[in-house]
């Protein structure tokens, strides 16, 4: 005879692992799998009655008078399609290691029912060379935004690669820094940064932050003439050189690409049917870097400054190509 205390324990783990909208258990199922997996024999009666209990407690159970098959629980933690794409998040992701990937993956999936755990793993998913071999990832962030929370400074080793392709102390001495935010920019979480030190903004990543330890001490609330959001907003490639006024030209054809880079509250005023001018604010060096990398599509109109320090640097490249 089934222990009548178990019984509800073993069902709930049985809906949660077997069952979806998609695969429907009948009352004999269930009987059956409660046999093999926990060695629970009881009665339909038995069955219904529990049924009847996890869903007074709150747990969306559809019943055979609801669908006209069987049992399954309506809603897991996440829906599948929310699942798949946090994990396909997670694994195309370049700042979490791999091995940080296969464990939040795996967790995710426990979620869904085995069912559709099989057709995530049934899915060809490349390995991704790209990603980071710092391990530490999950631990730091929560490490930094317990520190944010409470105020508290941080001192942390800020990593580089090497010529052989290894993370490497950027300097011998640690960074000692105030975290008041963490953004993502470039599809990596930065850590954006105070100092008594010097004035304004700084920002680092976090997935090349290691040893990261909190002092006890209090660190000042932002005063109200400092905004975060708006430093954040303009570090286009998260530089963190001076802040500038530009108007670029630019090909029609590359119109989502300004959007997705510089955002929907840029300037855009149209020029012709193939061009138009964006007016942007934002770091001098990512400024830059955006004209380079649309360079048959894009030129620097102002400031002065960033359009002559354009051409001074195509024609260094012009020379070294030469060579």
Same mark, same amino acid.
């Given at each position: 005879?089934?222990?009548?205390?178990?019984?509800?324990?073993?069902?709930?783990?049985?809906?949660?692992? &077997?069952?979806? %909208?998609?695969?429907?258990?009948?009352?004999?199922?269930?009987?059956?799998?409660?046999?093999?997996?926990?060695?629970?024999?009881?009665?339909?009666?038995?069955? =219904?009655?529990?049924?009847?209990?996890?869903?007074?407690?709150?747990?969306? /159970?559809?019943?055979?008078?609801?669908?006209? &098959?069987?049992?399954?629980?309506?809603?897991?933690?996440?829906?599948?399609?929310?699942?798949?794409?946090?994990?396909?998040?997670?694994?195309?992701?370049?700042?979490?290691?791999?091995?940080?990937?296969?464990?939040?993956?795996?967790?995710?999936?426990?979620?869904?029912?085995?069912?559709?755990?099989? %057709?995530?793993?049934?899915?060809?998913?490349?390995?991704?060379?790209?990603?980071?071999?710092?391990?530490?990832?999950?631990?730091?962030?929560?490490?930094?935004?317990?520190?944010?929370?409470?105020?508290?400074?941080?001192?942390?080793?800020?990593?580089?690669?090497?010529?052989?392709?290894?993370?490497?102390?950027?300097?011998?001495?640690? =960074?000692?820094?105030?975290?008041?935010?963490?953004?993502?920019?470039?599809?990596?979480?930065?850590?954006?940064?105070?100092?008594?030190?010097?004035?304004?903004?700084?920002?680092?990543?976090?997935?090349?932050?290691?040893?990261?330890?909190?002092?006890?001490?209090?660190?000042?609330?932002?005063?109200?003439?400092?905004?975060?959001?708006? &430093?954040?907003?303009?570090? =286009?490639?998260?530089?963190?050189?001076?802040?500038?006024?530009?108007?670029?030209?630019?090909?029609?054809?590359?119109?989502?690409?300004?959007?997705?880079?510089?955002?929907? %509250?840029?300037?855009?005023?149209?020029?012709?049917?193939?061009?138009?001018?964006?007016? /942007?604010?934002?770091?001098?060096?990512?400024?830059?870097?955006?004209?380079?990398?649309?360079?048959?599509?894009?030129?620097?109109?102002?400031?002065?400054?960033?359009?002559?320090?354009? /051409?001074?640097?195509?024609?260094?490249?012009?020379?070294? &190509?030469?060579?």
């Amino acid at each position: 005879m089934a222990d009548k205390k178990e019984i509800p324990f073993a069902l709930l783990e049985t809906l949660q692992e &077997y069952t979806d %909208e998609d695969h429907i258990l009948s009352t004999k199922e269930i009987i059956m799998l409660l046999e093999e997996n926990y060695g629970l024999e009881l009665e339909r009666r038995t069955l =219904y009655a529990n049924v009847d209990m996890l869903k007074n407690f709150g747990y969306k /159970i559809s019943t055979w008078q609801e669908n006209g &098959y069987g049992y399954y629980m309506e809603k897991h933690q996440f829906d599948k399609s929310e699942v798949l794409l946090l994990c396909n998040a997670i694994h195309s992701s370049h700042f979490i290691s791999a091995k940080e990937s296969r464990q939040m993956v795996d967790k995710l999936l426990d979620t869904l029912s085995l069912q559709q755990r099989e %057709e995530y793993k049934d899915q060809v998913y490349l390995p991704n060379p790209r990603k980071t071999n710092n391990n530490v990832l999950l631990d730091t962030l929560s490490m930094v935004s317990s520190a944010i929370r409470n105020r508290h400074p941080i001192s942390f080793t800020y990593l580089k690669y090497d010529e052989n392709k290894k993370l490497v102390p950027r300097r011998e001495e640690p =960074y000692v820094v105030e975290p008041r935010y963490i953004v993502y920019q470039d599809s990596r979480p930065y850590l954006i940064t105070t100092s008594d030190h010097h004035d304004g903004f700084a920002n680092y990543r976090i997935d090349r932050i290691s040893d990261l330890k909190i002092d006890d001490r209090k660190f000042p609330v932002l005063r109200k003439t400092q905004d975060a959001y708006e &430093y954040a907003k303009n570090m =286009y490639y998260m530089f963190n050189d001076a802040q500038t006024t530009a108007v670029i030209r630019c090909e029609q054809r590359i119109l989502d690409h300004v959007i997705d880079t510089f955002g929907t %509250e840029c300037m855009i005023i149209p020029v012709d049917k193939n061009h138009f001018d964006v007016h /942007i604010r934002g770091c001098e060096t990512g400024i830059i870097l955006f004209a380079q990398q649309y360079l048959d599509a894009a030129s620097i109109l102002e400031p002065k400054s960033l359009q002559k320090e354009m /051409i001074k640097r195509f024609k260094t490249a012009l020379r070294s &190509y030469q060579r």
